[in-house]
Structures are given as C-alpha cells and as structure tokens.
C-alpha cells in the first residue's frame, strides 16, 4: 500500500526556533500533499494544500509566513514553522494523494512542543 | 455549508461487546465516504470507503453503512478488542474542485477488559 514518511515523529524546541518537518511519499508521486494540524481530542484541521511546483494554498486564517510550505518534488514537502512559540505546539499530520479523486495517504504525525 | 457530524463524541465498553458509530453529513456534491481510525500519537489509518451507490462495506470486524438518501453512515465494530481502544474519524469527500476532505468531529472509542 500507498507509504507516506514523516519527520521527526517528535521535536522539542526553545521559543523562537525555526523547525522544518518532512513529509514523503515512498512509493508513489504525490502530486498533492496537505497539511493539517491538531489539538488533543478534536480532529484533523486543514492548514494548506500544497502542489507540487506551485505555491501552498493556505486555508484562512492560517499565516502563510508563519507557516511555509514547499513542495519541490513529487515525493516531498516541507512544512517549516518560522519562529515558533508555544501557541504553536500541536500534533502536525500530513498526507499524500496521487490525483485529485484519489485517497489521501497520512503520514504517523509529528508532535511539535515548544518551550 | 459542508458539514460532517459524529456521535457520540466518547464512548466506553466492555471488551468483546459490540458498538456502532454514527455520521451524519451536508456535504454536496458527494463523491465517497470514508472511516479512518486514528490510534493516540499517530495519522489515520483507512477502514473503509464507500461511494454513493454501496450500502454496506466490511473490513473484518468492522462494518460500514451508508444511506445516500438520508445523508448518514455508521460504523460497526463486531466482537471489540482492546487494540479497538482509538479515534475513528468519518471523512467525506466532496466531488468538486480538489476533492478535499471534510472531516467529522471523530468519536473516541475505550475498550475496557
């Protein structure tokens, strides 16, 4: 089946740190991948949806400076969080599809906290 | 507005017992739902997909339901394990524009032995 990579699975940082995360597809092209982001016990939250070789498409009120996303590649995307506080620590998901009418696959999430 | 609801929102029982999840939608137009299960700490994991025309899909101890004309779903959990013990969330997908996902509120199921 259909593998999506994410890393790291976990990241602790100071305030003020820029982390990246990744997501890959390991054996598919992923012509679109999104990013979601989630609060203990509510669900997945849309972020952005990004194209591969097109600017992310960023859901409202979500900071496209704070939260940048590129997608250089039909295999991987980078969602990097820019300075990050602690309002920002949350479990942050994203998923791979191969077309538009195809299934998204998840990667296993990265827990983001910051001190 | 494309809405996606679940019910209950928490739900404990007895390992071995039987449970039956609810999802309710306003999303249009319809292109398939599906069932996800999410274990603590990690991405979802898919259980089933159904597309306006099918009525019931099994995937082992799980059994998915979908009623097209009154816009509900359910999902059946036979004989419950504790490994059963996670969040499944009801996801549909609209068949417009990206095809982007619309989820539901999930249910967090506890089994107990």
């Known amino acids: 089946g259909a593998v999506v990579s994410q890393h790291p699975s976990w990241v602790i940082c100071k305030s003020g740190t820029s982390v990246k995360i990744e997501c890959r597809s390991l054996d598919f092209q992923a012509t679109t991948m999104f990013w979601y982001r989630q609060f203990p016990k509510q669900s997945l939250m849309l972020m952005a949806t990004s194209n591969e070789g097109s600017k992310a498409t960023y859901e409202q009120g979500v900071e496209k400076d704070k939260f940048l996303i590129n997608h250089a590649s039909l295999t991987l995307s980078t969602l990097t969080v820019t300075s990050a506080h602690p309002e920002d620590s949350s479990f942050y998901i994203c998923?791979?599809?191969?077309?538009?009418?195809?299934?998204?696959?998840f990667g296993d999430g990265t827990r983001l906290s910051i001190l | 507005k494309n809405q996606v609801e679940q019910s209950p929102q928490s739900l404990i029982i007895l390992e071995g017992k039987n449970c039956t999840l609810q999802?309710?939608?306003?999303?249009?137009?319809?292109?398939?739902l599906r069932w996800y299960k999410q274990d603590t700490g990690r991405g979802p994991v898919s259980l089933t997909i159904?597309?306006?025309?099918?009525n019931t899909k099994s995937n082992g101890r799980y059994t998915a339901t979908l009623d097209a004309d009154t816009k509900q779903s359910s999902l059946h959990i036979t004989a419950s394990q504790l490994s059963d013990s996670a969040s499944y969330i009801c996801?549909?997908?609209?068949?417009?524009?990206?095809?982007?996902?619309?989820f539901g509120t999930g249910t967090r199921l506890k089994v107990l032995a």
């Open positions: 999802c309710n939608y306003t999303v249009s137009p319809f292109s398939n």
């Open positions: 159904m597309t306006f025309s099918e």
């Open positions: 998923s791979a599809r191969y077309y538009s009418n195809q299934p998204q696959h």
């Open positions: 996801v549909v997908s609209a068949a417009s524009g990206t095809y982007k996902y619309i």
